[in-house]
């Protein structure tokens, strides 16, 4: 049995104290702001079990969160918390919030501000079962909550792990490095090499020797690596690179395209026409969600394009997984090697320069094409583009097929929720 009840009956509602700029780098509690992102901070205001949900979003996407235990938040992100916990099972609030945050922002869509006010809030009426059903759905969803956690969890790793190496390689040059030092130690070509090795796999001498026992074909792989890399740093046009290694611009190395949007009367949820993202709105960690759709493409981004927000903020990166129609708020990219690890770490790694044009000489950022091709960039000889690709490749192919399976997951949790939560599904 359910009842009918308004969320004010049932829940408070609390609000952050902080701006979102007060968010510190490697902070000890989580701190939640409107962005689908937690970020972190060094103090907390709250020590409970509640849902964070975003008060104000320009899209109409209000993100739901569930956290247990200290905490901080945004001064426009609400903490809800049961006024009863015998009564009320806090992860199936989660999913009830999820689902009237899904209902009020579709609502919101067409309107010029986006805001969810503590009034509309508190007079939502929702049906409210027992503590049982409540449980049961709680379970039934969680499990795939949790599934999709863990599959982000793996994926940040698996980026890390790219990221790494990527800006030991082409930003501090680190093996190159390792070999002028030894060098200038007045060691030998062997011993710069294995200098280089330990560089790249972060080994110590008897860690590699070890290794040369115990996996040659790795040890022989490694050491084709690191002998591959350049034993000088020269200067090309005041900027140190590795020798044969060229001081270069994203118009060189890229292949551009800026969004156009096309009438918003070619725009449709029912999948006609081609996939269509305006700006960042649909963007999720590495992958945008798919919602728009035109019958009416003007610029078009291929497979596995970097799509950059060229709108602020700008810089904010994904990729497309599929053909697609960009707007005006979006370039897609693609490296003319065609190696999308390369290209996306690359680009990941020119933030601060395009953090530069957020807000630059007026109130909202943005940066245009000649702009985003004068960019300059290192571009490294082919044969090291392809020796990443051929070591982290398969990173980014495990990231790929863990986004997939989120997103299954989650069309499969959203076909469901509503149904568990309107009674259609019993335990």
Request: aromatic letters at 10%; hydrophobic letters at 40%; a negative charge.
């Amino acid at each position: 049995m359910s009842k009918l009840v308004k969320l004010k009956e049932i829940v408070d509602f609390k609000t952050g104290r902080l701006d979102s700029n007060c968010a510190e780098e490697n902070g000890i509690y989580p701190f939640f702001t409107c962005s689908p992102e937690t970020l972190r901070i060094n103090s907390y205001a709250f020590d409970c079990e509640a849902v964070l949900l975003a008060g104000n979003n320009a899209n109409a996407v209000f993100p739901v969160k569930y956290y247990n235990g200290k905490f901080n938040a945004y001064q426009r992100t609400y903490i809800i918390t049961p006024k009863d916990k015998s009564k009320i099972n806090v992860k199936w609030l989660y999913f009830q919030i999820k689902h009237v945050a899904f209902e009020l922002g579709i609502r919101a869509v067409g309107s010029a501000t986006k805001f969810l006010t503590k009034r509309i809030l508190d007079d939502y009426e929702i049906n409210l079962p027992d503590l049982d059903t409540q449980n049961y759905i709680a379970r039934a969803l969680w499990g795939l909550e949790n599934k999709i956690q863990l599959n982000s969890q793996i994926n940040q790793t698996l980026e890390q792990i790219t990221q790494a190496l990527f800006k030991s390689w082409f930003v501090d040059f680190d093996p190159v490095r390792a070999k002028v030092q030894a060098f200038s130690d007045g060691l030998s070509l062997e011993q710069a090499e294995l200098a280089a090795m330990q560089a790249i796999s972060g080994k110590t001498p008897e860690e590699l020797a070890a290794l040369s026992q115990t996996q040659p074909d790795r040890y022989a792989e490694l050491a084709e690596t690191a002998k591959a890399f350049p034993c000088e740093m020269v200067e090309v046009k005041g900027v140190e690179v590795p020798k044969g290694w060229e001081l270069s611009t994203i118009g060189d190395c890229y292949d551009v395209v800026m969004g156009q949007s096309p009438k918003g009367e070619t725009y449709n949820e029912n999948k006609q026409g081609m996939l269509f993202y305006q700006g960042r709105a649909e963007f999720g960690w590495r992958f945008p969600t798919p919602r728009l759709f035109t019958t009416d493409p003007k610029r078009i981004a291929e497979q596995n394009s970097i799509l950059m927000s060229v709108r602020a903020p700008v810089g904010d990166i994904n990729i497309a997984l599929e053909k697609c129609c960009i707007g005006r708020g979006l370039a897609a990219l693609q490296h003319k090697s065609k190696s999308l690890s390369f290209g996306l770490y690359q680009i990941q790694s020119i933030k601060p320069e395009l953090d530069l044009f957020n807000g630059e000489g007026t109130v909202f950022g943005s940066i245009n094409q000649a702009n985003l091709k004068n960019i300059q960039i290192i571009n490294p000889e082919e044969k090291f583009i392809q020796l990443f690709e051929k070591n982290l490749s398969s990173c980014d192919s495990e990231i790929m097929n863990n986004e997939i399976e989120n997103n299954a997951l989650k069309e499969i949790r959203d076909l469901l929720l509503p149904r568990l939560l309107n009674g259609e599904l019993n335990g």
